[in-house]
């Protein structure tokens, strides 16, 4: 069993920062890519930002420049770092991590329970 904790997120004025940040635990092996994703309000979720175990990411074109994914291995963790938000970053985030567990050989797909971001004046 595995778990994803995250911290973050909240209220805050356009242009200011965040940072989550999503902790993985249990019967981990290994994890292979992390990364976040985001709901808004009556749309689809989406693709934030990813980052592989070798520190490769991407991110989507609506956060480039503002928003940085990083990960401590060492920690099993993944943060995201967001500044200059905008009304339009509003949305529920969550953390996913492809993670094999012991005794298993394949990777499977984990989520975090969504943590709340407002930007709003």
């Known amino acids: 069993q595995v778990q994803l904790v995250k911290s973050g997120g909240g209220l805050v004025q356009p242009g200011g920062s965040l940072r989550l940040s999503c902790a993985a635990s249990?019967?981990?092996?290994?994890?292979?890519?992390m990364g976040w994703y985001r709901q808004a309000p009556g749309k689809q979720r989406e693709l934030v930002a990813r980052?592989?175990?070798?520190?490769?990411?991407e991110s989507a074109d609506s956060v480039k420049g503002r928003f940085t994914i990083s990960r401590d291995n060492a920690k099993n963790t993944v943060y995201l770092q967001m500044n200059s938000l905008k009304p339009e970053d509003t949305a529920v985030y969550y953390c996913?991590?492809?993670?094999?567990?012991?005794?298993?050989?394949?990777?499977?797909?984990?989520w975090g329970q969504g943590t709340q971001v407002t930007v709003s004046s």
């Open positions: 996913n991590a492809a993670v094999e567990t012991l005794g298993s050989t394949f990777f499977y797909n984990y």
């Open positions: 980052i592989t175990s070798g520190g490769s990411t």
């Open positions: 249990g019967s981990i092996y290994s994890i292979g890519a």
